[in-house]
């Protein structure tokens, strides 16, 4: 006699899983990690952006204008001054987290994400110059008070020649 075929799975054995030095990563992976997270957003290129989306409507703009039979001379008058009316409004510094829907580029990502560390580090007290890990260096703090003793130095250096 035999059997009718149903193969079942052994639920008693264990999986061997990865040990634990496999899943650790490596320095370089670390920092590589670590860059793309701070990397700096190119302003080359959200300019040219935000150029770009300023042309766009222009040349809407003028199509519409076209379409509906305006003159040449009338459609040119009308998309410069618009066009000198966005560059005045839009000359002020760009907000590239107006929010993260609209945000797709990744150096406007980029410089949303450099805004929300930097709102980040002022809400909690951290300084600019700060180091990621350097509360592990022994002499950090040795090095931070001396800097802290000459800048008092410094400043009462200052203080007496005025007086």
């Given at each position: 006699?035999?059997?009718?075929?149903?193969?079942?799975?052994?639920?008693?054995?264990?999986?061997?899983?990865?040990?634990?030095?496999?899943?650790?990563?490596?320095?370089?992976?670390?920092?590589?990690?670590?860059?793309?997270?701070?990397?700096?957003?190119?302003?080359?290129?959200?300019e040219?952006?935000?150029?770009?989306?300023?042309?766009?409507?222009?040349?809407?703009?003028?199509?519409?204008?076209?379409?509906?039979?305006?003159?040449?001379?009338?459609?040119?008058?009308?998309?410069?001054?618009?066009?000198?009316?966005?560059?005045?409004?839009?000359?002020?510094?760009?907000?590239?987290?107006?929010?993260?829907?609209?945000?797709?580029?990744?150096?406007?990502?980029?410089?949303?994400?450099?805004q929300?560390?930097?709102?980040?580090?002022?809400?909690?007290?951290?300084?600019?110059?700060?180091?990621?890990?350097?509360?592990?260096?022994?002499?950090?703090?040795?090095?931070?008070?001396?800097?802290?003793?000459?800048?008092?130095?410094?400043?009462?250096?200052?203080?007496?020649?005025?007086?």
């Amino acid at each position: 006699i035999g059997t009718n075929g149903y193969v079942q799975r052994n639920l008693s054995t264990l999986r061997a899983k990865r040990p634990r030095e496999d899943r650790v990563l490596d320095d370089k992976d670390r920092e590589r990690l670590e860059s793309q997270l701070n990397r700096q957003p190119n302003a080359d290129i959200l300019e040219h952006q935000r150029k770009r989306q300023l042309e766009v409507k222009c040349a809407e703009l003028q199509d519409m204008m076209e379409e509906q039979g305006y003159s040449v001379e009338e459609i040119d008058e009308k998309v410069n001054s618009f066009r000198m009316m966005l560059q005045e409004r839009k000359s002020r510094p760009l907000n590239p987290a107006r929010s993260q829907s609209d945000v797709t580029e990744t150096h406007a990502l980029a410089a949303a994400n450099q805004q929300k560390n930097d709102r980040l580090r002022a809400a909690f007290g951290i300084s600019k110059d700060y180091v990621d890990g350097s509360s592990f260096h022994a002499d950090r703090k040795e090095k931070e008070k001396e800097k802290r003793e000459q800048e008092k130095l410094e400043r009462e250096k200052q203080q007496q020649k005025y007086m």
